[in-house]
């Protein structure tokens, strides 16, 4: 399984960037699917998470509104579209896989999820 983040850019406050996630070695509708971030010393946080049949999408409350995380599964790819980006949006952003179906109320924790991408860096200012 390898999961790709692409998109992460340095744009000013209020700017909109989508990053891209292509998953190979598993399909985007069999697993719960999220996006999460991270900044130096601190944990990574749950930004948003989508189960195998696409409903709910969860989202943080602090960017519910904002994000929007949407699937191509003919395309094996997985987006984050942000809008309205604020500078505590800066973080490194990675994309994640379970190896359930649900996300449930664990979408949020790092450790529910197995398979991680390298990361993709944005930047707020």
Do not use: F
């Given at each position: 399984v390898q999961l790709v983040e692409s998109g992460g850019n340095s744009v000013q406050a209020g700017g909109s960037l989508t990053l891209s996630c292509v998953i190979s070695g598993l399909r985007l509708d069999d697993y719960c699917l999220g996006w999460f971030r991270q900044i130096p010393g601190k944990e990574r946080e749950g930004v948003a998470a989508v189960p195998y049949d696409g409903s709910p999408t969860y989202y943080a409350n602090s960017v519910r509104g904002r994000f929007t995380l949407s699937r191509d599964i003919g395309k094996s790819v997985f987006y984050l579209q942000m809008?309205?980006?604020?500078?505590?949006?800066?973080?490194?952003?990675?994309?994640?896989?379970?190896?359930?179906?649900?996300?449930?109320?664990?979408?949020?924790?790092?450790?529910?999820?197995?398979?991680?991408?390298?990361?993709?860096?944005?930047?707020?200012?």
């Open positions: 809008h309205g980006l604020r500078p505590e949006d800066t973080a490194m952003y990675y994309c994640a896989a379970q190896r359930s179906q649900y996300c449930g109320n664990g979408w949020k924790h790092a450790d529910e999820y197995r398979d991680w991408g390298q990361g993709t860096q944005v930047t707020v200012s």
